[in-house]
C-alpha cells in the first residue's frame, strides 16, 4: 500500500482557510468576550449502578475532584489508588480505567456574563467517551480527547442556579461488546498485560484517545477518564473575534511579507477597522490598517503588512530566535470591540526534496540555509497529563537546549501539548516535528472517524500554527510502514483477503494524503506536511535509507550489534536507540532492595519492552559489549555506557555523511515512568550517561573518527555558517600514560559540512603498541580552547584490558560554588560519579579520564559540602565487570 500524493510547501502561499471550516477561538483568548472558569467545585463519584462499587465501595459517594484533571489523579490524592509507580502497583489500579464515572458541578451565571447577548459552555478537552447534561437535559456527547467541545446556552437562565453532570464511559468497557461482534479486529500495538481486552482485539485503534495509555513498550497501562482540560462559560455580544493569524508570504533579509488573517463574528453588518501593531526584538515598532465592512455572521478577512529588514527566527545554533510581538485589534467607530496578542518568529521554512546521486535529499533549510537536524523524539510527560508542569516542561526543554539539539519529533502516540510547550520551543528555538495523534495502529477506514479526525486537526492546526518552533506536520508514527512490513500485519491481510485490505489501505490514504494533508497545508501553508513517519516518496517502499525518512531498529528490536548503525546511511534518521535502566536513585523511588535483580517480578513489571522479558535484551547488549555485571547496579551502570556508545556511534555515522544524511533524532528523550526505556532523561529529570554523551556528539564543531575494519576515517564536522580555522591534535596514549605519538595539524572547517581529512591503518596509529592497552584521542582545539574530544578504542570494551585507575577525587567549595576535582593515575573509563539518593548536578559525567590529565566538574546541590562528600561514590568500567569466565 502506497500513502502518496503528497504535496511539500516551502513557503507560505496565500492565507486562507478551508470553506466551512472556522474552528473554535484561539486558547490564548481574545479579548471580546468575558470569561468565567468552571474549574473549581466539582464532585466526582462511580457511575450508579457500577460493578466497580461492590469492590470499591469508597468510590461510589460523591467527593471533590481536580479539575482539570482524570478519575485517577483524583482518587490517588485521595489515597483511594496506590501510587502506580511504585512495585508492582500498576496491576492494582486498572479498574479505574474499565468503570464508568460522573462529575458534578452546581454553578451561577457571574453577573458580568449575565446581560451578553452569547453565552456558551466550552470543554477545552473531554477524555474521552462523554455524556453532558446540564439541569438534567442533554446537551453533548463527546468522543475525541483532542477536540474542543462548544455548547451554545443563549436560552439559559442566567439567574437560576444550575447543574452540569458528565458521565465517563471506560472506552474498553464501551467498546469490546461492540468489537466482539465485528468480523475482524484492526491490528493495534501492545496487547494488555491485565487481561482487559483479548489479544489482539484492542480498542484502541477506535477512540480518538492518547494511545500510550493503553500501554506501551516504555509506559504503563493507565486509561485515564476525565476532565482533562479547562471547563469555562464564554459570553459575549456585537462582535468575536475567534482567531487571529499571521500567514508569512514571504520571509528573507531583507523583506517579511505577511497578512494577517481575522476569523470574526458579528451580530450585525457594518463599517469597522483591522490594526495590527508590531514590535521587533530591537524595539522597533510598526502598524497597518485597513477599513472594512463586516457583514452579520462568520466571516475571515485579512490585512497585508510588511517588515522591512526583519529579525528572523533561527533555530539553535544558527542564530537568535526572535520574536515578534503582534496585537490586532477590530475598531467600530471609536471603540475597540475585539483584541488580540501574540508572539510570532519570522521565518522561511523548506523540507528540500531534491534527487541526487543517494536518492532523493529529505533536509530542513531555514531561512535559506541546511540544518542538519539534531536531536530526540519526545514521549509524553506523564502517565496522567495534568501532573505536567510549566515547570517541569521548561527543564527538559533546557536540557535538550543544553545538549545542543536542534529539533524534538513530538510522538503521534501521545497527545498534543499545551500552548506553554511550544512557546518555550519558541524561545530556545527549538524546532517541532509534530506528528497528528496517530501511534502504528491502523485506523478504522469510515468515513465519520475521518470527520472526527477533521475536525480535531483544524482545532489544533489552527492552535499551533503561528508557532515559528513547528517545522513539520506530519500524518503519523509508523502506520504505513507497520501496514507494508510488519508480520502481524502480513497476517492480518492474507486473512482478510484483498478486496477488504483494498477498502482500509484506501481509507489511510484517504485520512493522511487527504483529510490531514489538506487541514496542514491549508491552514498552515508556511510549513510542510509529511504523511509520517517514516515515509518514503514516489512509490518507494516506507523506511528506505534513499529517500524520505527512516526508524532503524535492527540494533535492538533485532538484537543487531551497534557495528550495525555504521551499514546504513538514511537521508534522516528519525529513530533509533537502545534501552537502558535510569540511575539507582531513580530505580530505589519504586523499588525495595530485594527487587533489585533484572529478573524479579517488581523489575520485570517496570520492564514493558517484550512483555518484561526486555532486560534479557539489555544483559545481551551489555554482557556482548562490556562482559558480565558484578552486581544489579552495575548492570544499571553497564546499561547507560552501553546505550551512551552505540548511540554516539550512529550520530557519528550520521553527521559525518552530511549532506547525505540529514538528521538524527533518537528514541526517546524522556519517560513517562520509572522504568528501564530508551530515554536519555529518566522521569524524575534525572540525566543518564546518553545525555551527558548527547552534549558532546551534538556539539556544533566535532572531530569524528570512525573505525572499520582496522583503519579509521577522520571526519572535521560543522553546524557553523562561517568556515572555522583550528588545529587537530592527535595522540595515541597508553592507558599506562605512555605517549605513543602526539602530532598537531591545522584545519580549516568548512560551514556547513562534513569533511574528511584522514584514513588512517591502525598500525599508522599504533606503531606497534598493545590495541587492548592504548587509546587515541582526537582533539580540535580553536583559540587556545578544546571544542571536541574524541577518545578512539582498537578493541571492542569487552577486549580491553583496563588498569586500576587509581581516581583521586576532592570535592570542595570554589569561588562560585562547589567543585569537583578529578585525577587518574591510569586510564579510566566511563567514570561515573552519583550521590547516591542525594540530588546533585554535574556539569559533566560519563567521563573518560587520561593518565595525569586532571579535570574540575561544577556540582550544584540543596545538600551540604560534608553531607554530599560522605554520598559521594564513583565507578568505571574496569569496576563493573567480573573477570572473563565467572558469574556473579
Not at 76 to 96: F, I, S
Not at 439 to 451: E, T, Y
Not at 746 to 751: F, H
Not at 806 to 833: K, Y
Request: proline share 7%; aromatic share 10%.
Amino acid at each position: 500500500m502506497q500513502i502518496r500524493s503528497i504535496q511539500i510547501f516551502a513557503r507560505c502561499c496565500a492565507w486562507g482557510l478551508l470553506a466551512g471550516l472556522l474552528p473554535g477561538p484561539a486558547s490564548a483568548g481574545p479579548t471580546a468576550f468575558r470569561t468565567m472558569r468552571l474549574d473549581h467545585g466539582w464532585e466526582l463519584r462511580l457511575a450508579p449502578g457500577s460493578p466497580a462499587a461492590k469492590v470499591h465501595p469508597e468510590a461510589a459517594p460523591w467527593q471533590t475532584a481536580t479539575v482539570p484533571g482524570s478519575v485517577q489523579a483524583t482518587l490517588l490524592a485521595d489515597g483511594q489508588l496506590p501510587d502506580p509507580d511504585w512495585r508492582d502497583n500498576e496491576a492494582k489500579v486498572q479498574w479505574a480505567g474499565l468503570a464508568d464515572w460522573q462529575y458534578r458541578l452546581h454553578f451561577t451565571v457571574d453577573p458580568a456574563l449575565r446581560h451578553e447577548r452569547h453565552l456558551a459552555l466550552v470543554f477545552d478537552g473531554l477524555d474521552t467517551l462523554a455524556d453532558v447534561t446540564l439541569d438534567g437535559r442533554p446537551v453533548l456527547h463527546a468522543d475525541n480527547m483532542f477536540r474542543r467541545w462548544r455548547v451554545p446556552l443563549d436560552g439559559l437562565d442566567r439567574a437560576a442556579e444550575h447543574t452540569l453532570e458528565i458521565t465517563f464511559h471506560s472506552p474498553v468497557t464501551r467498546l469490546q461488546p461492540w468489537l466482539a461482534k465485528q468480523p475482524y479486529a484492526l491490528p493495534g500495538e501492545f496487547d494488555s498485560a491485565f487481561g482487559d481486552e483479548p489479544p489482539g482485539r484492542q480498542v484502541a485503534n477506535y477512540v480518538r484517545k492518547a494511545a500510550y495509555q493503553f500501554g506501551w513498550d516504555w509506559g504503563p497501562r493507565i486509561i485515564t477518564e476525565g476532565i482533562w482540560q479547562p471547563v469555562r462559560l464564554e459570553a459575549w455580544s456585537g462582535w468575536r473575534l475567534d482567531d487571529f493569524h499571521v500567514a508569512q508570504l514571504h520571509v528573507d533579509a531583507d523583506q517579511a511579507r505577511l497578512r494577517a488573517g481575522f476569523a470574526i463574528r458579528a451580530d450585525a453588518a457594518g463599517p469597522a477597522q483591522l490594526t495590527v501593531h508590531w514590535r521587533a526584538p530591537d524595539g522597533r515598532e510598526g502598524s497597518a490598517t485597513r477599513a472594512v465592512q463586516l457583514v452579520a455572521g462568520e466571516q475571515q478577512l485579512d490585512l497585508p503588512l510588511t517588515i522591512a529588514h526583519p529579525q528572523r527566527w533561527w533555530p539553535a545554533g544558527y542564530g537568535a530566535p526572535n520574536l515578534y510581538a503582534m496585537s490586532a485589534e477590530v475598531t467600530v467607530g471609536d471603540r475597540v470591540v475585539a483584541q488580540e496578542q501574540r508572539e510570532i518568529g519570522l521565518r522561511s521554512i523548506e523540507l528540500c526534496r531534491t534527487p541526487d546521486r543517494w536518492g532523493q535529499s529529505f533536509a530542513f533549510v531555514v531561512n535559506g540555509v541546511p540544518v542538519f537536524a539534531k536531536g530526540a523524539n519526545l514521549v509524553p510527560f506523564d502517565s496522567l497529563p495534568s501532573r505536567t508542569t510549566d515547570a517541569r516542561m521548561r527543564r527538559l526543554l533546557d536540557d535538550a537546549r543544553d545538549a545542543h539539539m536542534n529539533m524534538l519529533r513530538v510522538w503521534g502516540g501521545g497527545y498534543y501539548l499545551p500552548d506553554a510547550f511550544y512557546a518555550m520551543a519558541d524561545r530556545r528555538g527549538l524546532m517541532i516535528w509534530q506528528d497528528f495523534m496517530f501511534g502504528g495502529a491502523i485506523p478504522p477506514p469510515d468515513a465519520v472517524f475521518r470527520a472526527n479526525v477533521k475536525q480535531e486537526a483544524i482545532e489544533q492546526v489552527t492552535r499551533l500554527r503561528d508557532h515559528p518552533s513547528i517545522v513539520l506536520w506530519s500524518g503519523n508514527n509508523e502506520v504505513q510502514t507497520s501496514w507494508e512490513s510488519w508480520g502481524d500485519r502480513q497476517a492480518f491481510r492474507r486473512r482478510i483477503g484483498p478486496t477488504e485490505s483494498a477498502r482500509i489501505e484506501q481509507g489511510m490514504q484517504a485520512l493522511f494524503d487527504g483529510t490531514l494533508h489538506d487541514v496542514a497545508s491549508q491552514l498552515d501553508p508556511d510549513v510542510p506536511y509529511w504523511p509520517g513517519s517514516p515515509d518514503s516518496e514516489g512509490g518507494a517502499p516506507a523506511n528506505s535509507p534513499d529517500s524520505g525518512d527512516a526508524h532503524v531498529w535492527d540494533v535492538w528490536g533485532g538484537s543487531a550489534p551497534v557495528e550495525n548503525y555504521l551499514k546504513s546511511t538514511p537521508r534522516f534518521q528519525s529513530e533509533f536507540g537502545l534501552q537502558s535502566l535510569p540511575v539507582m536513585a531513580t530505580i530505589r523511588r519504586f523499588a525495595t532492595p530485594q527487587d533489585l535483580a533484572i529478573d524479579s517480578p517488581v523489575m520485570r513489571a517496570h520492564q514493558k519492552f517484550d512483555h518484561g522479558n526486555g532486560n534479557q535484551r539489555l544483559m545481551l547488549y551489555v554482557r556482548r559489549g562490556y562482559g558480565e555485571p558484578k552486581d544489579f547496579a552495575s548492570f544499571a551502570y553497564l546499561s547507560q555506557v552501553m546505550q551512551a556508545d552505540g548511540i554516539a556511534l550512529a550520530v557519528d555515522h550520521l553527521r559525518s555523511a552530511r549532506p547525505r544524511s540529514m538528521g538524527a533524532l533518537y528514541w526517546q528523550l524522556n519517560d513517562v515512568w520509572p522504568g528501564a526505556s530508551w530515554s536519555s532523561i529518566d522521569v524524575d529529570g534525572r540525566w543518564k550517561a546518553l545525555q551527558f554523551r548527547a552534549r558532546r556528539f551534538y556539539a556544533p564543531v566535532r572531530a569524528v573518527p570512525l573505525r572499520r575494519d582496522g583503519r579509521t576515517g577522520v571526519f572535521l564536522v560543522s553546524d557553523r555558517t562561517t568556515p572555522l580555522a583550528a588545529q587537530l591534535r592527535t595522540r595515541v596514549i597508553g592507558m599506562d600514560g605512555t605517549m605513543v605519538s602526539d602530532t598537531t595539524r591545522a584545519v580549516t572547517l568548512p560551514p556547513l559540512a562534513s569533511t574528511r581529512i584522514a584514513d588512517l591503518a591502525d598500525a599508522a596509529l599504533l606503531r606497534g603498541a598493545d590495541p587492548r592497552r592504548t587509546v587515541a584521542v582526537f582533539e580540535l582545539v580553536a583559540d587556545g580552547v578544546v571544542l571536541s574530544h574524541h577518545l578512539l578504542y582498537f578493541r571492542p570494551a569487552v577486549d580491553l584490558a583496563l588498569p586500576q585507575p587509581d581516581i583521586h577525587a576532592t570535592l570542595r567549595q570554589g569561588d562560585r560554588g562547589l567543585v569537583l576535582d578529578l585525577e587518574a593515575a591510569r586510564f579510566a573509563r566511563a567514570v561515573w560519579i552519583d550521590f547516591g539518593n542525594l540530588d546533585a548536578t554535574l556539569s559533566d559525567n560519563d567521563i573518560d579520564l587520561l593518565p595525569g590529565e586532571p579535570i574540575t566538574l561544577r556540582v550544584d546541590s540543596r545538600d551540604s559540602l560534608n553531607t554530599l562528600r560522605h554520598a559521594m561514590h564513583l565507578r568505571s568500567l574496569v569496576d563493573a565487570t567480573l573477570p572473563h569466565g565467572t558469574t556473579p
